[in-house]
Structures are given as C-alpha cells and as structure tokens.
C-alpha cells in the first residue's frame, strides 16, 4: 500500500480552498490510501500521471476534480512513499510542476525544492552584473564554507552574483528552502560557525547516510515541513479540521525547545512577534501531558481573549479529550480569585484601573496630598505590591528602583498613610483590586496543600505583563523542581508597565533561556516598518536583571508595504477604514482573517456601525465570539495582544490618542515613570500593528501621532 506524506506548502494551499474542493481532495487522498500501488497507477479516476518535460521525472498530478490538481512527488527508488507537494489549479499544476526540482541538501539531508528553470535563466545575466559590482554580498566566504553549510553547485553559483540583502530576497522564492535560510543568517552578519548551529546541525539527523538516500528518508529527515500520515484515521483528523501549518510543522529550533524531554527547572522562551512563541507553549503542553498519565497543567496569560484562543489552538493540537481534560486555560487573575474562594470562602469584588483610580482621587483630596492619584496609584503597583510591604516600617526602608521622585522619610509616611486609606476604603466597601487578589492568593496558597488544584506544571504565554504579585501566585501553585514552569513573552510587547525581577520572586532561568529569531508570520515589510515604531528604544528583558533587542530578528515572507495615510475628519478616517475592509474581502480575504482595532472604544464603535451599514459582518472581541464566528474582528489594542490576523486596520492613531496624555505621567513629576509610559505607549503601537500577517492599513485623522515620525511612511490626506 502506498504511504502518503504532506508537504508544509500543501497545507498552505489547502487552508485557502473553497469547501467543496477540499472535499474533494479529502475523497482523492482516501482513495490514494485504500489502492495498492499498481491498482494507483491504473486508477482512472485518481488518474495519475507524469508531467511531460518536467525537469523532476518524479513529478506526477492527480485529479482532485475538473479543474483542480495536485501535484505529486512518486518514489523512483523501489519504496512506496509518495509526497503530496500543492493543490492548485490544473494548468498552474502543470506550469508549477514542470521547473522544479527536488533534491535532497548535502548538509541537512532534507528533502528541499527550487525552480530549477527560473535559476539556471537567471543565473548568467546576473553574472554579468556582477562583474559590474563594487562589493557582493557573500565574497567573504569560501567556496568550501559554502559547501559545508549545504549550499549546492547551482545555488553556489548563483550566490556568488549577490550583490545585496534586498537582490538575495528578491531571489529567495527560487532558491531550496535551508540553502535559502543559511544564506539569510550569514546576510545578516552571522558567522559560519553559527548558522551550523542554528539552522544546519538543527535540521540534521543523528545517523546520516551520505549516499542512496532514498525519497523516504529524506521525507523522514524534512519534519520541519513535510508530515507523515499513517493510517486513514489520521488522514480524515487532518483533513476534516479547519488547518493551520503550525498544528503541524514546527521549525527545527521550535520543536527542539518545545519537546525537549525535561528541564531542571523553569525555562524561558523569548522573541518578537510572530516568531512562535505560542506555537512552542502550546507544544509544550502537548509534551508534558504525553509524559505520564493523570499529569495536569495549568496553562496561564494575561487577557481573557487570548485565553479563549489559546483554548481553542490546544483543543485542536491536542490528541483526545483525556488530554485536554487535564489541562486548565486561564488568566492568572481568574486563577487567582478562584483560589481565594476556594482557601478563603470569598472573594471581594474586583475593581478595575477606572474604577481603582477614583479611590486614589478621593484619597488624594481627602488627605490633601501633594501627588497626583496617578502617582499614588504607581508608588502602589510598583512599590508596595511588587514587593509585598505590608507595614510602614517595611516601606520606609524598601527600594524604590524605577521611580524617578525621590521621597524623604515624612513623605514616605504621608504616602503610606494614603495606601492605608486606599486599602481600607476598599476593605469597607468588599472590594479589591486584581493585584490585592493575588497577593493573598499567593499567601494562601504557600500555606496551603497543593492538591487543592492538583497542577503539575505551568505554562505561561504572553508573561512580559505579569506583575511580581501575578507571578508569586504562579510561583506558589507548584513546587519548584523539574518542568515546574515553562514561560515565553516578548519584552518588546510589554503594555501593562510590569517590572519584575523573576529571580527575586524565586523563578531562575540561568542556563535555561532560548531565543527565537525567525518570524513566521508577518512579512518583513511589515516587521521593518512596525520595528521602526520602537525608534531604538532600549528595552528590560523578562527577567529584570538586563536588556532585550531585536537583533537577527526577520521574518522569510515577503509582501507589500503597510500603508499609512492621514485624514482631515474622524468621519474621512472610518469611511476610508470600511473601504479598505471592503477592498480586502473583495480580495478574497474572508471577513474573521480580518481585524480593526482602536485605541479607544468610541471610534471602534463608529467604524463598526459603518461596516454593519455596508453590509460587512463584524464580531467584537470582547463579547469572546467562536474561532469560526463570521466576522471582522473589532478590538481594542490592547485586546489585540497576542492574536494575529490576514489584514489589519488600525485606526486613531492621533497626537492625542497614541501617546494618550492622561496616561503619561508629567517629565517634571517622575522623569523614569515618564520615560517608562511613552515606551510603553510605543510597544502598544507595535503589538497592534504586528498582529497583521499580509497586509497592515494604519490611519489617523488630524495630527498623526508622534511615534510615526522618523522613518519612512508613506503620506497622503484625505
């Protein structure tokens, strides 16, 4: 019987096929399994056949429908493994299938293709200009360097060309996918030495054979893109949920991180956006359930919308319902006050920031203090909470690290005459803050028996915006010791201020850090263009003992420039908004790959208005619609926090709503909280924008904001 394999660009031609196209190739691929491989030959139905003048004698198609074909890569080597490579129109298949070739990399031994046509047509007249040139881009290394880190006669050939980064990706889609990702690491300055490290000796197999590869070797040796099906079972799992390539394909460095067997302690992933961060967490979970039966996780993040989604990604990553039983969703605080109730019996009502600011102001007047509610409101987040004061004594001699207005010992003692004012004002009316919620939660929990909850582990997404008080609680959940906790965020992505020492708070990661520097999911345009929101801005790692950049971060995918554009009236603004949205589904783009978000609800709620009159389904994030609920997807920026869409539109980016003044504390009043708010105002900016996979539409109506300046945009008002 035939063994059939799936190549990670036949999941990306899947995912964008119409319903009864895919059923189509659903009842192709079950007839593929149940044939033997003379009766696949001779079936009439499948028909498949070779490709005349394919330069890949390999290369076969086989009828999905009329119109439809997909692109097969047959065994010539005795074996019976056949590899599923596209779905694609009939003629495209014909046309795609004709130029490429399919070989397997000298380094990596994995199976890789190029459009062997397009190179070799290529290759001379770029030659001649680069006899012309002043400089290429790889001269520095040799020929046998090259070779060593898999680069083939024909690419080496058509590297020493390369004049440019911009000449080597506009090159790349012709180029093997590993040679392609060398060259890239060693443009970027990378050395030799390195990209063995990161790129070859990850892909490589323990055992190699140098020589008589066969096609199913070199399939076996291709996890990062191509996957394996074994039964029909699994073939209809596959084919029957809506897919996406992560649930399947993890990138060497991912899955090494992801399915490590064990760590001796908690271990930290970082990287920018889009890098997979998410995907690695959520494999995680995959590994930990899978290493002993009855072991719970807790998997944990900051906003209730990104809890929802990380649920639903794990139900469709997880194997059966026994394991996603003995998994638990959720946000630290919801975590949090289900604790309180379960040790405590009650749980006092949570406030929120509005809310918690007007009992600062009340504090203030009422004591008439010489500081803002703001002020008060910051001493108390990351002074008295962050490092668990609980008596004057105990402040009067705390670090205030990170506040820039120095308090002498009277004023320290008015400050805490305020929070104990504060505290007791929301004591008599039963309420509390999230963060006051944790702080006892995490008392009780350190007192109490740890099978009130029964976790095993926890994961935690997103942990850039946990404060020292979210985190004690985690912290106090498990004890410390093997796989105990397994965190990834971005420092860059930091939009709640939280300051955090994770080493203070009893969580060491020394010697069990990894960095992911490949963005999977938006193009470099629109990773360069939304980096340069950051203006170079020097940012605190995850664990507050040093700093964080984006060096060597990039993305592989190539698109179009996000486009920027000013307007004279809020109105002209959302008009323009709703035309981009109705021009991206015209695009095909469907209306839930699709998002709009504000920084404030009140334009939100206008632009959503505008789509419902013309006809455009819209969901708003908040409300926690179905992964599958039909439309576009309205959110705040903050709610846009760790979600990703096809196209985004982010709208209001103004003077005076991005930077939001009432949320930046005066230069003269604390210089370092000032310098902190804008940085976080420009990572807010940065999230929302990075959200956006293909297409990115940023817009303003009046002044834009300040932190659009400095780098090129392009400018237009209408």
Known sequence: ????????????????????????????????QQLTIAELYADKGLHLESVHNARDTRMRTIRVNDFWRGVVLAPDDGSDMFLLVKVVPHDDAYTWA???LFTVNTATRALEVRNVVAIEQLTPALEQAAAAAPSLLFARHSDTVLRDLGIDDQVLRAVRTIADKPQLDAFGSLLPE?????LQYLAEGFTPDEV?????????????TAAGDTLATAIANTASRITLVTDADELRDMLEKPFAAWRVFLHPSQRRIAYRPSYNGPAQVTGGPGTGKTVVALHRVKHLLSRAPGRR???????????RTLREHLALLLDDDEQLSRVEVTTVNAFAHRTLKNLAGRVP????????????????????LPWTEQFLAQEYRHVVLAHRITSRDEYQAASRRGRGTALAPRQRDRVWQAIEAFAGDLRTSGRATHLQVCMRAADLLRDADLAVHGFDHVVVDEAQDLHPAQWRVLRAAIPAGPDDMFITGDPHQRIYDARVSLGALGIQIAGRTSRLRINYRSTAEILAWSTGILDGSSIEDLAGDGSDNLTGYRSLLHGKRPHATGCHTEQAEVTAVVRQVREWMEHDVQPSDIAVCTRFNVLLDKIGDELAEANVPVVRLKDGPAGDADGVRLATMHAMKGLEFRCVAVAGVNASAVPFAKEITPADVDKIQHDSDMLRERCLLFVACTRARESLHVSWSGAASPFLDGYSRSRGTI
Not at 4 to 31: C, I, P, T
Not at 349 to 368: P, S, T, Y
């Open 196 to 208: 063995y490290r990161d790129v070859v000796a990850e892909r490589r197999p323990a055992a190699t």
């Open 1 to 32: 019987m035939p063994q059939l394999a799936f190549a990670k660009s036949f999941w990306e031609d899947y995912d964008a096929l119409d319903k009864q196209v895919k059923a189509g190739v659903r009842r192709a691929m079950e007839k593929f």
């Open 349 to 368: 009502a949570a406030i929120g920031d509005l809310d918690e600011r007007q009992v600062w102001r009340r504090v203030q007047r009422r004591l008439d």
């Open 98 to 100: 004709t130029r490429q």
């Open 178 to 182: 590993d040679q392609f990702e060398v």
């Open 297 to 307: 996780v807790l998997v944990t993040t900051y906003t209730n919308a990104l809890a």
